[in-house]
């Protein structure tokens, strides 16, 4: 069944108002009076509604039945990843993650970092970044929208990550734990961050300081994964090994 | 250090002779001579040599070190999928799953493929997927390179599953068992087959023959993967699973 996200929807007395690109979608989705749509909090709860009136511009629609969203994982995973040379890479970050269950994406520069985000094009990437996550969170039934932020330098990625229940920064040399043991007892954490690096990786002081602040410094085995790879190799084994791919 | 393949290499009496497209891509990674490369035998063993002379044409090394390759993974994970349409899919899903450490990668036609891979196209398009796997071995240091194969339709793939120790059935719908259930003492296996559908998913009647012939049919969670994501998600649990992420 389509879902929608409620923002831009007013539900008044058992009725749905979907307006501008919610509206469109439904009209080219061809969704007739009659058929079902489901609309989203983003709070944790999934409106199933059942269209009354459509129009390019205006859909009215009728709700059926309020029911808790399932979709969510019981870990919040932050992954946080060094601004990657060129857009297909961070929008295939984006959309792979948001699939796979991220609670957000956070982009930020570091000493290897060849890209650069100038505050001029900032607010626009920002924009369309969150616009592919959205679009990934309905296709794949999220409860919410991950949201895409723009997290500054390295320090602030630091900063994010030691405020979560457990903060993986992944390494690709030097001494390391295993994920295995990293993710030990992580069905019970509420939050969690995945840091990964950009095309260059980390330099050994940035893996250093993330140490010495509490980040576990990881190995994903003996084989390289590329800047886009591996944030979505290391959420799929948080989200084995937290029980939330079952 | 830069990698290739030893095949197109003649190895004689401690001197690699590099031709063809091997040479040509040592000549744009503008490595000289004195610089060190490592040819891979596919077969477990890692040749370090130093390059003597480089020309486009032909390049000669002598060998300095012969050392085992430690990027294989212990379980030989066959990723069968049902073709995707669009070839930006098929591309994806065979890089990120050589990268994730796929043994081998294996397409075939399913009830709701609405893609064909007509008997004239193939031959071309198996090079060029076999292409893909050698650049992404390379860059991420395998041991081997991943064989990109056709296997015809749905019976025939269920046929190359059953062979294997351990062939998990990805299904979206119904009865199924969690991964983690599934992937239960995996550190012990050698090979495995993930079997993901198409864009449409599979219907309900080859869930049912994957089931009766020893498929385990598996959920991955209450979030809808596209069908070029699913792969990759259900190998990271795999290998983070089977000890190969560490």
Redesign the interface.
């Known amino acids: 069944m389509p879902r929608f996200f409620i923002a831009g929807t007013n539900i008044l007395g058992g009725t749905a108002i979907m307006t501008g690109r919610d509206a469109e979608h439904v009209h080219v989705l061809r969704l007739r009076p009659g058929d079902d749509v489901i609309l989203c909090d983003t709070e944790g709860s999934d409106y199933k509604c059942r269209i009354v009136k459509a129009t390019k511009e205006e859909v009215e629609a009728e709700v059926i039945e309020v029911t808790p969203c399932?979709?969510e994982?019981s870990v919040k995973a932050s992954v946080l990843c060094g601004l990657p040379k060129g857009s297909d890479k961070t929008d295939y970050i984006i959309q792979?993650s948001v699939?796979?269950?991220a609670f957000e994406i956070c982009f930020f520069s570091s000493d290897r970092c060849v890209a650069r985000l100038d505050e001029g094009g900032r607010a626009k990437k920002l924009e369309r970044w969150n616009r592919i996550s959205e679009e990934a969170a309905k296709?794949?039934?999220?409860g919410i929208i991950p949201e895409v932020r723009w997290i500054g330098d390295f320090t602030q990625c630091l900063d994010t990550a030691i405020k979560k229940d457990l903060s993986l920064f992944m390494y690709e040399t030097g001494e390391r734990e295993?994920?295995?043991s990293a993710l030990k007892g992580c069905r019970e954490i509420k939050t969690a961050a995945i840091i990964t690096g950009p095309e260059g990786g980390f330099a050994q002081f940035e893996a250093d300081l993330a140490k010495v602040i509490g980040c576990r410094i990881c190995?994903?085995?003996?084989?390289?994964?590329?800047c886009e790879?591996a944030p979505?190799?290391a959420l799929?084994?948080l989200?084995?090994?937290s029980?939330?791919?079952?």
């Open positions: 399932k979709s994982p792979k699939e796979a269950g296709q794949s039934g999220r295993s994920l295995d190995s994903m085995g003996e084989r390289i994964l590329r790879t979505i190799v799929s084994a989200m084995f090994a029980g939330n791919l079952e």
